[in-house]
T-cell receptor, first 114, second 112 residues
Framework: GENVEQHPSTLSVQEGDSAVIKCTYS??????FPWYKQELGKGPQLIID?????GEKKDQRIAVTLNKTAKHFSLHITETQPEDSAVYFC?????????????FGSGTRLLVRP | DAGVTQSPTHLIKTRGQQVTLRCSPK?????VSWYQQALGQGPQFIFQ???????QRGNFPDRFSGHQYPNYSSELNVNALLLGDSALYLC???????????FGQGTRLTVV
């Protein structure tokens, strides 16, 4: 069935360093890949997304890359700041009927040490 | 724009009881999806409502049911609660045909 694997489960970096989170999806028909940030006590917040016809997308300190052949996609955060500390989720979606059901990874807890 | 709002924020129920959770979508959105997030895990898709009908369903038993009203707001109902139903229940709204889904803050359900 549909599955998204996410690594690592926890990641600790020094402030200013880069952080990379990787995901692999199983359904080759998936065509939309969002990343969400979830802070304690809050719902997931969409931070960046990429579609299957694009290989890379950047938004300030955040970038996402997609390798459709390998069914891999990654989140890159540069110049990390303490406020980047949160749980990050990747997701994959395939929508033949415009419904875009999201299949989530298990999450990465990112800790940015001051 | 208030975004996606869910009520209540916290709820404690006894095993065997029934519960109703509510969601108001972001202004302009017509589709509501419900997710269950167990502690330390990623959200799992329960079902999605569009035009007042269930459009897709995840791998959840019939104890989980929903409804969407003409104003696009939605309810999630869970019957015969089990201890394992304890989780954060998230509502996400979107505009059909578009990809971005916006989540509410969730309802924390505890079954005792």
């Amino acid at each position: 069935g549909e599955n998204v694997e996410q690594h690592p489960s926890t990641l600790s970096v020094q402030e200013g360093d880069s952080a990379v989170i990787k995901c692999t999806y199983s359904d080759s028909a998936s065509n939309y890949f969002p990343w969400y940030k979830q802070e304690l006590g809050k719902g997931p917040q969409l931070i960046i997304d990429i579609r299957s016809n694009v290989g890379e997308k950047k938004d300030q300190r955040i970038a996402v890359t997609l390798n459709k052949t390998a069914k891999h996609f990654s989140l890159h955060i540069t110049e990390t700041q303490p406020e980047d500390s949160a749980v990050y989720f990747c997701a994959a979606s395939y929508s033949p009927d415009s419904s875009y059901k999201l299949i989530f990874g298990s999450g990465t807890r990112l800790l940015v040490r001051p | 724009d208030a975004g996606v709002t869910q009520s209540p924020t916290h709820l404690i129920k006894t095993r065997g009881q029934q519960v109703t959770l509510r969601c108001s979508p972001k202004s302009g959105h017509d589709t509501v999806s419900w997710y269950q997030q167990a502690l330390g895990q990623g959200p799992q898709f329960i079902f999605q409502y569009y035009e007042e009908e269930e459009r897709q369903r995840g791998n959840f038993p019939d104890r989980f049911s929903g409804h969407q009203y003409p104003n696009y707001s939605s309810e999630l109902n869970v019957n015969a609660l089990l201890l394992g139903d304890s989780a954060l229940y998230l509502c996400a709204s979107s505009l059909t045909g578009t990809t971005e889904a916006f989540f509410g803050q969730g309802t924390r359900l505890t079954v005792v």
